[in-house]
Structure formats: structure tokens, C-alpha cells
């Protein structure tokens, strides 16, 4: 099977010559799918990378999030299950400061991190739709 081309679509938008924010990257990665134009996309993300800009919920599940709501996914149970998925695997943790600093203490880089936190949040976008 080859790769999922949200996947693909994320990878280059977070090559070193781009790097969109975490929130962006999903956003941008489903505009086609959601009637956005790849710039309308990056605008509804751009407040969302750095856990709001202030350390809070990771962008990849905020801009998770907005994509579920797009395609029509709004059940509580269903959000709930999104987040929890993700936050069980990372030690319960869903804030953007939490996961960070114990990528950090690990010796892991910041951006293969936000890359694998983005690449999670969108197999999971498209096990749920």
C-alpha cells in the first residue's frame, strides 16, 4: 500500500525550505478534501501551532480537530476517543509545553517530534472518517 497521501502532503509542507506549524500541516494537508484553498487552510491553522501559540493542546490535535469537524465528525464520544488515542501514546499527555519537554528530555529534535505528532494525529483523521 503506499504511502497516505495526507502523509505524503504533510511531509512536504514540513520540509526545511517550509515548515508550517503543526496545526497548519493538517489543515493544509486536507484542504482539497475541505474546499479550502491551500492559503485559507494555512490561515485557520496558523493560531493553533505551539499548542495556541502558548504551550497549550498540541497543534496536531487542535488542527486534527478542526479537519474531523470539516468532515463531519462531531460526536463528543468520537473527539474524546481522537484525543484520547493520541494522549495514550504519550504518556497521557495532550499540551504542547508537556510533550515537548519530554521529547527534550529524551534527546529527541523538536521537529521530528512535531513531524511524528502530525503523521499520528492524520492516521488517525483517516481511520475515523
Known amino acids: 500500500m503506499s504511502m497516505n497521501r495526507h502523509i505524503e502532503k504533510a511531509k512536504e509542507l514540513r520540509s526545511p525550505q517550509k515548515c508550517y506549524n503543526c496545526a497548519e500541516t493538517i489543515m493544509m494537508a486536507y484542504a482539497d478534501d475541505l474546499g479550502l484553498t491551500e492559503s485559507q487552510a494555512e490561515c485557520l491553522g496558523c493560531n493553533f501551532g505551539g499548542g495556541m501559540k502558548c ?10 480537530l478542526m ?6 465528525v462531531e460526536n463528543p464520544a468520537k473527539v474524546n476517543e481522537f484525543r484520547r488515542k493520541i494522549a495514550e501514546n ?3 499527555m495532550v499540551n504542547c509545553v508537556d510533550l515537548l519537554r519530554a521529547n527534550a528530555a529524551k534527546g529527541g529534535s523538536k ?3 512535531c513531524d511524528k505528532m502530525i503523521q499520528e494525529a492524520i492516521t488517525l483523521i483517516d481511520e475515523m472518517v
Open 90 to 92: 504519550h504518556d497521557g
Open 55 to 64: 504551550g497549550g493542546i498540541c497543534g496536531a490535535i487542535t488542527g486534527g
Open 111 to 113: 521537529k521530528e517530534h
Open 67 to 72: 479537519v474531523l469537524g470539516a468532515k463531519g
